[in-house]
């Protein structure tokens, strides 16, 4: 039996939010996988297969709140409140569960999309260090942020520590104009867009502040231990076998690590071996250690990013 429920709302608010000829409910609608019925005071909702009813009434507010500060509302202000199509909705194909990793700022939910996700997310669950390798656009790295906040919130980890080597710099950030914040800015600015889709502002700001998140340079970490923590390092592929080593000796008791990396973009000088690769390889069958390899087929980006990644693999090859 379908899962049905009532928003409240008025006739003049949903007439406004509703879009023109109720585009916006039809884009919800298609996102959720739910009916938005319109006949009755207020909205029923009806939940298809895998109907995600929670997510459209905390964008429903969002809405609402919008419309009533005079915002015009479209589908495409709707779109870039939902986000990419592949980062929310249920997973569908073969083996990938439709349970939700998280839901964002929005209450729209995060599910796996592909195998690979799907292996990334359990493989957090059964161990402490995964490696997760692949080319850019199939959603590694956003995967492992959501990971680590979701985990932040449920109180499994008291902190997360997201690193990235600053290559560029070659590690050393004297230099740059600024103090430390606008110094590693530029390196970390992916993992910080993360972070915002993930988490409200307030919320982030406040977890930044206490130190329960920390998003720092490669660098920093030495000399460390994180303990009950959720750590990621992004970019692995322009790390040294030694930084590698000396990252992954950081891990404390109760912790998680995730390393992330492409191994065909490494950045470092000629001849340098990759951190990445280098570990991989040697600690490969050590138990509680995973590896997961993102394909060209798993990549979430226009359609033909996909294209150009198989063609530069097979020019490789």
Do not use: W
Not at 3 to 32: A, C, P
Not at 268 to 290: D, E, F, P, W, Y
């Amino acid at each position: 039996m379908s899962e049905t429920q009532r928003y409240s709302i008025s006739d003049d608010l949903k007439r406004i939010i509703s879009g023109e000829n109720e585009t916006v409910f039809r884009l919800l609608e298609s996102r959720f996988s739910v009916e938005i019925q319109t006949r009755l005071p207020g909205l029923t909702l009806v939940a298809r297969e895998n109907g995600d009813i929670p997510g459209v009434f905390a964008v429903l507010d969002q809405l609402k709140m919008a419309a009533r500060n005079g915002d015009a509302i479209t589908s495409k202000r709707v779109e870039r409140l939902l986000g990419p199509a592949e980062l929310s909705g249920p997973a569908a194909g073969d083996g990938i569960p439709t349970t939700p990793v998280f839901r964002n700022r929005f209450g729209v939910s995060v599910f796996a999309k592909t195998k690979a996700q799907a292996e990334l997310v359990k493989a957090v669950e059964k161990n402490d260090i995964i490696f997760a390798k692949g080319p850019a656009g199939t959603g590694k790295t956003f995967l492992a942020v959501t990971l680590a906040v979701a985990s932040l919130e449920r109180h499994e980890a008291e902190r997360i520590c997201l690193v990235r080597p600053a290559v560029e710099a070659g590690e050393s950030l004297g230099y740059l104009p600024g103090d430390l914040k606008e110094k590693i800015a530029p390196y970390l600015r992916p993992i910080q867009d993360s972070l915002s889709e993930l988490l409200p502002a307030e919320k982030l700001r406040r977890y930044e502040e206490t130190g329960a998140i920390e998003v720092a340079p490669l660098a920093y970490m030495r000399g460390r231990t994180l303990k009950r923590a959720f750590i990621i390092l992004d970019e692995a592929q322009n790390t040294t076998p030694e930084q590698m080593k000396m990252f992954l000796t950081r891990l404390g008791p109760h912790s998680k690590a995730i390393i992330t990396g492409d191994a065909t973009q490494v950045d470092l000088a000629k001849g340098q071996k990759s951190g990445l690769t280098h570990a991989m390889k040697i600690l490969n069958g050590i138990r509680g250690i995973a590896q997961i390899d993102f394909t060209a087929t798993d990549v979430l980006r226009h359609h033909l990013v996909k294209d150009i990644l198989l063609a530069y693999e097979q020019k490789d090859k």
